[in-house]
């Protein structure tokens, strides 16, 4: 033991600016230009200085960052941030995440890092309740849907290739009996990404027609012969539209096929008595992925992998070695995530959930999705196309031809009000509006279809 140091002292120093800078900046958000100004990103040739040969002042280093580089940021934080499905952090899932910022654990083993490791079992124990996924199903916190999808996917390549009698953690694939994998054709980049980094092969990958929301056609399911991965969709990136879930999960599974569901934000459709009826027969897959960065607002990195046989999972991804602990009577993180070290992520979703309780968490989804709908009325009242049923929190506006739909997005973006972003489906070019944050107000939504509507008046005057 020893008393206080002068460094405990600079180091208190520090977080209290951080923590007062940090505050400063989210107060500020709802009332500067939600796309940063070009002088803002043009004083960012600031930072490109050789690295300092001699030590300096931390305080100068922190203050450095908060001139050149909070100005330069997208003010996605804010409430009236509409791009990328993006929501801002909740205050107590932020401020629970610098907590643990300052325990700095590694979040692998439970005898080593208890605490967090116990924090983070209950949190997985919350959400599979909260969206409705069986209690028994076990899980995994990793850093966004793409490694949720990637995490709950190789568990499906054990799975199915164990049932066809190869290991494949042992033997590899280059042996392997061939694995079918069939997506929607209107599948996530991202769920692509992970199935080819785990070698199915992206154009060896079946695709499912769609119908005219993007949903897979429930009649399409090819005859299931062999290890088989089916791959569905809860949130269509364009229109938020779920896949057909009770028509194909239980043909798919009873054929022996292993079902998965990317639900990077309509798996939260579940936490909502209301909308609950979107995700229909979700459940009755053999696993699940999702994002908590997008629609539960905790901060980034935070995706969710949820696997239904529980010893599935760590057959994919335990680690053993001599100098890390034996498994206790615990479960043990490192066993279910491709990471050995990893910050621990659940404690912010630990406490989003412990604040926002059940009912909190339905209400920032339906507000969300009221919110959807109200940009979609108004625009729709004021003559512009809404080419999706706006089901989520979706909504896909056309303002006319492809170039003055692109000046629209161009100029609500230079505007600054609000920000939404563009989008090319099923051969339409459209504003994609997102709906994703606690932060976001009613009055923020009516403020930002003003803006909208002045930005294509604009467009309209200019010919
Ligand atoms: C349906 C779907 N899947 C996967 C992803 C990828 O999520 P992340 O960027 O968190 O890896 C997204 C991102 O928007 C998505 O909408």
Not at 245 to 273: K, N, T, Y
Not at 388 to 410: A, C, H, K, Y
């Amino acid at each position: 033991m020893r008393g206080r140091t002068k460094s405990d002292e600079v180091r208190s120093e520090l977080l209290r600016s951080a923590a007062e800078r940090g505050a400063s900046y989210l107060a500020a958000l709802g009332q500067r230009s939600v796309r940063p100004s070009p002088e803002a990103i043009a004083k960012l040739d600031r930072l490109e200085t050789p690295i300092p040969e001699k030590a300096g002042d931390p305080a100068a280093a922190l203050a450095e960052l908060d001139e050149f580089v909070s100005p330069a940021t997208l003010a996605t934080a804010g409430p009236r941030f509409f791009g990328f499905v993006i929501g801002g952090s909740l205050p107590v899932a932020l401020a629970a995440d610098w907590l643990a910022a300052a325990w700095d654990q590694n979040a692998a083993i439970d005898s080593v890092t208890p605490g967090v490791a116990r924090v983070e079992a209950v949190a997985l124990r919350w959400l599979l309740d909260v969206l409705g996924l069986p209690a028994d199903a076990d899980g995994a916190f990793v850093t966004g849907a793409t490694m949720a999808n990637f995490t709950a996917l190789a568990a499906a390549r054990h799975a199915v290739l164990a049932r066809a009698g190869w290991d494949v953690e042992a033997d590899g694939l280059t042996a392997a009996p061939p694995v079918t994998v069939v997506t929607g054709e209107e599948a996530h980049p991202t769920l692509i990404k992970a199935l080819a980094l785990l070698g199915f092969g992206r154009r060896r990958i079946v695709r499912l027609p769609v119908d005219g929301q993007g949903r897979a056609r429930a009649g399409s399911l090819p005859r299931i012969d062999g290890p088989t991965i089916v791959c569905l969709q809860a949130g269509n990136i364009n229109t938020g539209a779920f896949d057909p879930f009770e028509s194909i999960c239980m043909p798919a599974r009873d054929a022996g096929a292993w079902v998965h569901v990317d639900g990077a934000f309509g798996l939260w459709a579940q936490a909502s008595p209301r909308l609950a009826s979107l995700s229909r027969g979700v459940e009755l897959a053999d696993s699940w992925a999702t994002d908590a960065h997008k629609w539960l607002n905790v901060p980034y990195d935070s995706g969710l992998a949820f696997v239904r046989e529980p010893d599935v999972l760590p057959r994919a991804m335990a680690i053993s070695a001599e100098y890390l602990p034996a498994p206790g009577a615990r479960r043990n993180p490192c066993d279910y995530t491709p990471e050995l070290s990893r910050r621990a992520r659940g404690v912010e979703i630990w406490a989003a959930l412990r604040s926002l309780g059940r009912e909190g968490v339905a209400e920032l989804i339906e507000r969300n999705c009221r919110q959807a709908r109200r940009f979609a009325e108004r625009l729709a009242a004021a003559g512009f196309e809404i080419l999706n049923d706006v089901v989520l929190n979706q909504v896909l506006v056309s303002f006319g031809s492809p170039e003055t739909t692109l000046r629209v997005i161009d100029s609500v973006q230079e505007d600054g009000t609000c920000w939404c972003g563009g989008t090319v489906w099923q051969g339409h070019t459209a504003m994609r509006v997102s709906v994703c944050s606690w932060a976001t107000t009613d009055e923020d939504v009516e403020l930002s279809i003003d803006a909208v509507l002045r930005a294509a008046r604009r467009v309209r005057a200019t010919g």
